[in-house]
């Protein structure tokens, strides 16, 4: 899959090369306007890719759309919903968009596992966001397509219901569907996903598999809870450089041994900064995810500067 997108003068991807394979749960991460939506409209046959070409499952997303989009489902990020149906009405009408027909056995099941079977005859405007967004996941299923694709499907919900997803998808996926997944809560992507790209600006940074990138963090992360007047920036070139991130006076340090603790806590009162709290937390796909966006920040800089 390759794609270039630009929409009046803005390139949204930039050769993009990705192949995932049958079967694979993969993972799709960025920072917000990095490409991932941009990508699943284009693979979704919803935008035209200037250049490169898209299939799924063999089939070309512009040449053989229907069988393209059969083969595909799509949790969108937006709460789309006709206020005018049920919810098994819903996925009726969705099953017959594919003409699908004697198909509650299948609908009976997916509202079990997404613990909707209490809502199945409730209008879709009663509905919480939370069960709204259940009631995507359930349409994008209904067909029983090969290639399933979650664009952050847990965003603002509860937490039974991340629960009762990830359960079901990850049977899904053992049955053999294939998953695409974006999301902002790196703890999903760490435990589901088997392999990882990494987009930022409309390229891929990033591409391995789960455990390899883990591997390249190493070492620990050390937080720090600052006081009032913040992290000491420019204080101290070492401590700016192992800085990872810091937002709302948390800030997160490389720590590559224990060894070092004693050091780095003693540089930043030197430095002027008022420590309230400490944490050693082991590395986790958060830091991966921290330290290759600002490596590929600093690529992108020295790239203009040339």
């Known amino acids: 899959m390759g794609a270039d997108a630009p929409v009046e003068g803005f390139q949204a991807l930039n050769d993009v090369n990705l192949e995932i394979q049958p079967g694979e749960f993969f993972g799709l991460l960025g920072p917000n306007g990095a490409g991932k939506t941009s990508l699943i409209a284009i693979l979704a046959g919803l935008s035209r890719p200037t250049t490169g070409r898209v299939s799924v499952c063999g089939y070309d997303v512009q040449a053989q759309f229907r069988a393209a989009r059969r083969a595909l489902g799509v949790v969108p990020q937006e709460l789309v919903f006709d206020p005018f149906f049920t919810v098994r009405e819903t996925l009726r009408i969705q099953s017959g968009y594919f003409g699908l027909r004697k198909n509650d056995d299948w609908i009976d099941e997916i509202l079990e596992n ?12 009663a509905l919480s966001g939370g069960m709204k967004r259940r009631v995507l996941v ?94 000491p920036q420019g204080k101290s070139r070492v401590l700016d450089e192992r800085l990872v991130d810091y937002q709302q006076r948390r800030a997160v340090l490389r720590l590559e041994n224990s060894t070092e603790l004693e050091s780095l806590l003693a540089q930043v009162r030197t430095a002027g900064g008022v420590i309230e709290g400490i944490e050693v937390l082991p590395a986790d796909l958060e830091d991966a995810f921290l330290n290759i966006m600002h490596g590929a920040s600093a690529t992108t800089a020295l790239e203009k500067a040339a």
């Not at 997404?114 to 405007?125: F, H, I, V, Y």
């Not at 919900?157 to 996926?173: C, H, K, Y």
């Open 114 to 125: 997404l613990g909707l079977t209490s809502k199945a005859d409730e209008n879709m405007r």
């Open 138 to 231: 359930a349409q994008a299923l209904v067909h029983r397509p090969p290639v399933i694709v979650l664009d952050e499907p847990t965003a603002g919900v509860d937490v039974d219901l991340r629960r009762t997803l990830w359960q079901f998808i990850s049977r899904l996926n053992q049955m053999g569907h294939t998953i695409l997944l974006t999301t902002h809560y790196l703890e999903e992507a760490e435990e589901l996903c088997g392999r990882i790209a990494m987009l930022k600006a409309g390229r891929i940074v990033a591409l391995d598999t789960t455990r390899a990138l883990l591997a390249k963090v190493g070492g620990s992360r050390l937080v720090l809870h600052m006081g009032a007047s913040g992290w």
